[in-house]
């Protein structure tokens, strides 16, 4: 499947998923992501960025106390064990699967096709399915192509590559899935990071089972985690949540503690919308995840257009110092997720005096809600998370 590069004029559905694209669109080359960079462009590539991705291996975990003992990278490092053995399954041919391409189908379509004469009821199985496999959460858009990237790397030299999918796809499936509130509270530290390797190994294992279901029914269905498309505008496109400064979605039942997987399909469903309920406003306010970022990577004023390589260009929008950002990681040997943290929005949304501070934020009283805000957000001790479980 091909696409021109530029799309610019705007969807009907933009404006209600806060999306702003203007002259200069170009489609993203995954090539240019910051992770994709710490390994051909000698701007980002340190010898700290590799050693960051030689703790994934333990073969340099730094144990500089409390959060980044050998135990809180061993637990990391097994918590990411489903994904990895997944991604590193396409090596041999330049395809690290679920970050830089996609899944690999591990079953063919069936010949024979289940007739679909209601979309919308077929979204609904979907969903439920999704759930059943383990989703916290699943929205279907439309296929949109400008948020495909441009090209997909070649892991072998680093070189761009085709980012093809089967011809006809018409939906995009997205899933969320919820980080454990508990180590988020301990970012940042290698403990912490044990509720992204969680999730990314959850993922896998929820998205090819879905994807294997619609295909059992004869459609085409490719799996997809941080390859193939840009996941945010898919995930806000299909209803889950509103983008924030921080750069995450915000999601009414998860705040921003979640990951997101998608899967491109041609089976017959009806499509979510946008839900915008007032989180770009709150934001417009609240800088509380600008304000505790280490290195000053996030913008603190109005959305803009960015020029960083690793922006995608001709978007209005909040947009980070991916460098700067990516650089503490490295200095950490650990992924940082302050920002999430400390989001006023990061809540446990099951409770009602959390449901109650989110009809404030979402309302005219949003400085209320702020200011209520005030004293949330601080670091839990990874000692007191490990305590917790029994461990002295």
Known sequence: MSYPENHIKPRPDDA??????????????QRNDIFSRAFWDDRV?????????ASYRMEATPRRGD???QRDFALRNASWLISDLISDRGGASGKREGFQAAIDNDTPVAPMQQEVDDPARMSAEIKRIANFFGADLCGITDMDERWLYATRVDTRDMSDAPNDLPSGMTS???????????LVATYPSALASAATGREYSHEAAVVMQLA?????????????MNDTGLVIPYAIKAGL???ARNQLVITPEFGPRLRFSKIFTNLPLSHDTPKPQGVRAFCDICTKCADACPVKALPFGPPETSDDISAIKGVRK???DAAKCFGFWAKMSSDCAICMRVCPFNRDFSKAKHRLWLRLALSPARKLALWLDRKRGGRKKPSEWWKGSGTA
């Open 172 to 182: 995009v499936i997205v899933m969320g899935h919820q980080m454990e509130e508990d």
């Open 318 to 320: 909040w947009t980070s």
């Open 241 to 243: 949540g509103e983008y």
């Open 67 to 69: 959060g980044f003992t």
């Open 16 to 29: 209600a998923a806060g999306i702003e694209v203007i002259e200069g669109f170009e489609r993203f080359s």
């Open 45 to 53: 590539r340190t010898p700290k960025t590799d050693a960051f991705f």
């Open 212 to 224: 294997a279901y619609i295909r059992n029914l004869g459609y085409e269905a490719t799996a997809s």
